[in-house]
């Protein structure tokens, strides 16, 4: 499993590597931890000629806090997530998803922007992107723009990034005080991709529930928040049986494929006990993560 | 031996180490040579198909690629690889070409061999040929293969290559007067031994002296140098296989290959040496695969729980070819099925039917997992349904010191049988149920708590080792007094090396430092090795090289005699064995010959060993997601005799894990058109450190073997073998309120996820009709 | 392409083509054959070695992606005279059998010591997940880290209690 022929760049500014990408016309690609990327190269599913190595960019290894939200940049590697200790109070759902990301040495070099670009439906990050409402902010030849994560990831894979664009940051918005939220992500082994997850959120005022953001990771078609399992959620008291109904309701709502590693029922299924799990754990305590059942 | 054992029992340090420890080992990608050039493989990306064209006019224009081989370059004779264990004209009808010829029977097989200036060459140069290939229909199910609607081989008329048959007693007799009978269906998938190095061979031609050397890991290295004469129609002496350093064999490494051939006759061809590693994904293509079988067994008892039959029909699925081992997992089935167990009338007949599929062969603990699983699941059904307890019908029906030796079921049609050598197997049950605390811990058997269904499993079994018929040692003592071990066995990471200095150190009477080297496998360093396979290389290697400290001993005598002019006799052999004297002469035994002296030891062996044991799991289940949790893994095993605890060990729990990967996370997985849908390592799950953190193994030496001189029982497979049977009675276990019966593996969570809706499902039903019923009394 | 970098604290300067991964760098180019390559596709950890002292997957790097960096491999855990207390603590505990995986394991366990040198044993199992072993079980060679702790911390700490 060779890598293909191809030729290498390692720019040194933003816009030499716009420039590089949109020079080679859709031929080119980025390449920042390679986590995925050498993988597709070895098992030669992609030929691009150039890649474009973005270790060299100034300033997109920042993760920055402030009352706005939380900043990373799309260098920042899931180590340096995972050494950032404000991000427990800053964006606990955001520290709780990293946690179940891949192996020891895949979070040494394995990047936000990166993750963000392959846009797998059964990783974390773009989970939780979509579930936060999050924005991702790009740098192309026409300039920079700025895409709610809904409107960034396409379909599976598939994003709303041109041939000549990169992602440079991802902003979270403001964690606000005494939220209650949960992590709940079954994998088969520990780091491996979920078979389903659910990443949750609800702010409470007297007792009720408002402001939901229900995403669901890896058991649907794409990445999306549950609307109606959110719709049950809020102006209620999240209760065993507003609990059952809004796990009912997300449950109903993503559409899995068969696959080799499950069938459709089975992530329908497990979608609703995961979804129950994390309303439950979200309810009962200040909110925490758990994930496929370690000892 | 007549000294008390200084190395042997003991948890040496292994020799290898230093060298794996440091880097330093030398597989064989590590091998440098100089002109080296490297070789690639196009393999079939359909699993049925006639060849109609190959062009590889773009492959040859690539810059640096020096040549490419198909079957028109071997052509009209393509070499067969034959089949090495239990050979048979039925078996022969179905042997692999070296590359394929007119026609592809599955995804992976070789259809061209490229040699290039460096690995990345050769595979851009794969990627440019052309193939044409008119797609047949393809055979995946085991029933379509059997009716031989669409077939492999045409001119053969059948899919089918051969049914064996585990034969003992009169089984017809016995089910129709049994009291009870239960009848079910089982499977078990196909698996991937997997081994972290995958294969590779660099082959280097000397044409000056019509001489061949090829270098790689291979179990069997004399085996395959008898091949690759005969289909390179070279002399056996003009060929020398080199053993170096190997990442694990499970079985699977060392059989011959059609690289075996291709890359040693494109080293002669091109005049240059050529190396060829195998990748990953290649591997999970062309490497055998193991295991898939459908069964159906049925088990017949006295109403006492006493077993009085077994008798059951398997379909084995053997892949496109029938490869040089691949009898002895379907023979072992059928053989074996029985176990450890007092059964007096067995009848197992196992069929061997091709696929469009990778080929299948011997994975460790070959056939008798499998045939453990369906018996195992069988017995603890038969108790629940007799009312007896499950561990105390097993204790009934195992075999016990009284019973030894037992015989095997015969196979047929061969002929051959075998007994059991010595033991009690109850033995083990007794310290297993009590390392576990079995009384105490399965209260909470079947029990809901927190969530978490708990279950707990347990299984017996017998590995059978130290296949004969014979191996060889020889011996040379130094002129500096140290020793040179050559065995005939193979190194696949056993620690071989340290073994057989431990043996060799006690046998001579020596401190272990005095063994300068123990040399290996190479066709160059004895004249004859049978190799490493059904766990012997202890035994046999070990046996040997006490039979050749003997012949040393003896050696060292004559010779001096002769110097001395007196008889062998009254010659007095230091301890050490650094004097010899006699009538008050003395002089070292280095004085005796300038090139040291040389001895050769040979253990003939008819008689297999079987270990045994049992193995208790406690396992929990979460309904919600149909996560399956190992609590504790126990087994408890004997051995006959340790050589060296700290291997030993190590090999155990690995074995065990191997077990638990296959009952739990391992699967190969194809769709209907051939294609194998779980091609890497993300999609192939392997058990990984968080998987199986408490298990804990128990070897015991308390019923040495009588087939050798060492007393020790092949140890190497034992912890594979009953682990499914063990998970999926534990599963049943927890599951018990729910009726849910495990008769698949591997059990993944959305298994038994499905299991559970269906035994809900099920549940629901019988409540509808049980209160319509009383309704409609009412 | 041009790169430099350090290797087992040797300063190496290579002239290699892009596609060359860290790897097959490391092994054919320089040599130290002591780093495996067992799947190419980032799953197996066999070729693992430290960057910068961070345990990486250098099957999933390029050659010249470690361009200014420090490399460590296995040849560079000990000085050649004797066993690290790591390798020893393998040894010990019959912590491998093929030896395939080992270079991998102990630089992952090595890079994780360095930085928790009191990490317990589930934090040891969770980091050597992603290192594949056909031959142990996994069961010695988590023992033989819990052992070979003691060397990092008192390393640390500079040998006083």
């Not at chain 1, 940051?169 to 079954?186: H, M, N």
């Not at chain 1, 007792?207 to 959110?230: C, D």
């Not at chain 2, 009808?93 to 690995?119: D, H, N, T």
């Not at chain 2, 001395?564 to 050490?576: I, M």
């Amino acid at each position: 499993m060779k890598l293909p022929q191809f030729d290498y760049a390692a720019p040194a500014t933003l816009e030499d590597a716009v420039a590089l990408l949109a020079a080679h016309q859709g031929d080119a690609r980025p390449i920042a931890g390679g986590q995925s990327l050498i993988p597709i190269l070895a098992f030669r599913l992609a030929g691009p000629s150039l890649l474009v190595d973005l270790r060299k960019l100034p300033g997109l290894d920042r993760i920055s806090v402030s009352d706005e939200g939380v900043t990373l940049g799309a260098m920042v590697r899931w180590c340096d997530i995972e050494a950032d200790r404000r991000l427990d109070t800053a964006h606990p759902l955001l520290s709780a998803a990293v946690a179940c990301i891949a192996h020891y040495q895949v979070r040494n070099r394995g990047t936000v922007g990166g993750s963000l670009a392959h846009a797998d439906p059964a990783a974390e990050l773009p989970g939780i992107a979509m579930t936060s409402d999050a924005e991702i902010v790009i740098a192309g030849s026409a300039g920079s723009r700025t895409l709610k994560a809904a409107d960034f990831f396409l379909a599976p894979l598939m994003t709303a990034l041109g041939p000549d664009e990169l992602v440079v940051e991802l902003r979270l918005p403001a964690w606000l005080p005494g939220r209650r939220w949960a992590f709940e992500e079954y994998a088969r082994q520990q780091g491996a991709f979920a078979l389903a997850g659910i990443a949750l959120f609800y702010d409470e005022q007297d007792g009720v529930a408002k402001n939901a953001h229900i995403g669901v990771i890896g058991a649907s078609s794409g990445l999306h928040r549950l609307a109606a399992a959110e719709a049950a959620v809020n102006r209620r008291s999240v209760d065993e049986q507003v609990i059952a109904e809004a796990a009912d309701e997300g449950a109903g709502e993503v559409d899995p494929a068969d696959d080799i590693d499950a069938s459709a029922d089975y992530r329908r299924a497990l979608v609703r006990t995961l979804l129950q799990r994390a309303l439950g754990a979200a309810s009962t305590r200040a909110g925490g993560r758990r994930e496929r059942g370690l000892p | 031996m007549t000294r008390k054992p200084t190395y042997i029992g003991k948890p040496v340090e292994r020799l290898e180490d230093l060298r794996f420890l440091t880097g330093r080992g030398q597989y064989v990608d590590d091998l440098r040579r100089s002109g080296l050039l490297h070789a690639a493989i196009l393999r079939s990306s359909d699993a049925h198909g006639h060849i109609r064209a190959i062009d590889t006019a773009a492959a040859l224009a690539i810059p640096g690629v020096h040549a490419v081989f198909t079957a028109a370059d071997l052509e009209p004779q393509v070499p067969r690889i034959p089949v090495r264990m239990e050979g048979n004209p039925a078996l022969a009808r179905f042997v692999q070409p070296v590359i394929a010829q007119g026609k592809v029977r599955y995804v992976g097989e070789p259809i061209a061999l490229v040699v290039a200036s460096s690995p990345a060459v050769a595979e851009d140069a794969v990627g440019a040929i052309q193939v044409d290939i008119e797609a047949l229909p393809v055979v995946s199910e085991l029933e379509d293969s059997r009716a031989g609607g669409v077939l492999l081989f045409d001119e053969q008329g059948t899919n089918q290559a051969i049914t064996l048959t585990g034969s003992r007693g009169d089984v017809e007799q016995a089910m129709k007067s049994a009291d009870y009978v239960r009848k079910e269906r089982f499977r078990v998938q196909r698996v991937a031994a997997m081994p972290m190095e995958t294969r590779g061979i660099l082959a280097e031609w000397d044409a000056a002296s019509a001489r061949l050397k090829v270098s790689g890991a291979m179990k069997v290295p004399f085996a395959t140098r008898g091949y690759l004469a005969r289909l390179m129609d070279l002399p056996e002496d003009a060929i020398e296989i080199v053993e170096c350093d190997v990442g694990g064999g499970f079985g699977v490494r060392g059989e011959f290959y059609p690289e075996d051939f291709l890359i040693p006759f494109a080293a002669r061809r091109l005049n240059r040496p050529v190396k060829w590693i195998e990748d990953r994904r290649e591997h999970l293509l062309a490497t055998n695969h193991a295991r898939a079988i459908e069964c159906e067994l049925e088990i017949g008892c006295a109403r006492d729980g006493t077993i009085v039959a077994l008798r059951g029909h398997g379909l084995s699925d053997s892949g496109a070819y029938v490869r040089p081992n691949a009898v002895t997992a379907p023979r072992n089935v059928a053989q074996m099925v029985a176990g450890p167990y007092r059964i007096p009338n067995v009848r197992m007949d196992v069929t061997m039917t091709l696929t469009n599929r990778t080929p299948t062969a011997s994975y460790r603990g070959p056939g008798r997992f499998e045939t453990d699983f369906f018996r195992e699941r069988l017995i603890d059904i038969a108790a629940k349904d007799l009312g007896i307890d499950r561990v105390e019908l097993r204790r009934r029906n195992l075999l016990t010191d009284k019973d030894m030796p037992y015989p095997l079921p015969t196979v047929l049609p061969y002929g051959t049988s075998g007994e059991t050598d010595s033991g009690d197997y109850r033995v083990t049950l007794d310290r297993c149920l009590a390392e576990f605390g079995w009384a105490e811990k399965t209260k909470l058997r079947g029990k809901l708590v927190d969530g978490l269904y708990h279950g707990f499993g347990i299984g017996c079994y017998i590995e059978g080792g130290a296949t004969g018929p014979r191996e060889n040692a020889r011996l040379v003592l130094e002129t500096d007094g140290t020793i040179s071990v050559y065995v005939g066995s193979s190194a696949i990471g056993q620690g071989l090396e340290t073994i057989c200095a431990q043996i060799a150190a006690d046998a001579l009477g020596v401190p272990m430092e005095r063994i300068r080297g123990v040399h290996h496998g190479s066709t160059s360093v004895i004249r004859e090795g049978l190799g490493s396979w059904a766990s012997r290389a202890t035994v046999m290697g070990g046996s040997a090289i006490i039979d050749a400290v003997g012949k040393l001993k003896q050696a060292i005598r004559d010779r001096a005699a002769e110097q001395f002019g007196c008889l062998p006799a009254e010659v007095d052999l230091s301890a050490d064995l650094k004097t010899v004297s006699a009538e008050g002469r003395m002089r070292t035994v280095a004085e005796l010959s300038a090139t040291g002296i040389a001895a050769e030891g040979t253990f003939y062996n008819s008689k297999r060993t079987y270990s045994y044991g049992t193995h208790i799991a406690h396992v929990t289940i979460d309904a919600g997601t149909g996560d399956l949790r190992v609590v504790e893994y126990v087994s408890a095993e004997d051995v006959g005799r340790i050589i060296n605890p700290g291997t030993l060990h190590s090999q155990v729990l690995g074995a065990i894990v191997q077990g638990l990967g296959s009952a739990t996370l391992e699967q190969l997985v194809y769709d209907d058109e051939g294609q194998l849908l779980t091609g890497s390592l993300a999609g192939y799950l392997m058990p990984a450190a968080t998987d199986f953190p408490n298990i804990r193994a128990i070897t015991l030496e308390m019923y040495p073997s009588p087939t050798n001189p060492l007393g020790a029982k092949g140890a190497g497979e034992g912890g594979i073998i009953p682990v499914g049977g063990v998970i999926a009675n534990a599963v049943a276990s927890a599951l018990s309120s729910l009726d849910v019966q495990p008769f698949e593996l591997p059990l993944t969570p959305p298994r038994v996820w499905r299991m559970i809706q269906n035994a809900r499902e099920r549940a629901e039903r019988k409540r509808d009709r049980q209160a319509a019923s009383l309704a409609a009394r009412g | 392409m041009k790169m430099t970098c350090v290797v087992n604290g040797k300063r190496i300067e290579a002239d290699v083509e892009a596609r060359l991964t860290l790897a097959d760098f490391l092994r054919h180019e320089l040599g130290l054959s002591g780093t495996h390559v067992g799947c190419e596709h980032g799953v197996c950890g066999a070729c693992t070695v430290t960057l910068n002292g961070s345990a990486v997957r250098s099957c999933l790097m390029l050659a010249v992606q470690a361009d200014g960096a420090e490399v460590r491999t296995v040849e560079g855990l000990s000085d050649g005279a004797a066993l690290s207390p790591l390798q020893a603590a393998f040894r010990k505990h019959h912590a491998l059998q093929c030896g395939f995986c080992t270079p991998g394991m102990l630089m992952t366990a090595h890079a994780l010591l360095e930085v928790e040198p009191d990490a317990e044993e589930a934090r040891i199992r969770e980091v050597m997940s992603g290192n594949l072993c056909r031959c142990t079980g996994y069961v010695d060679i988590i023992e033989a880290i819990l052992e070979a702790r003691a060397a990092y911390g008192s390393a640390r700490s500079g040998g006083a209690n």
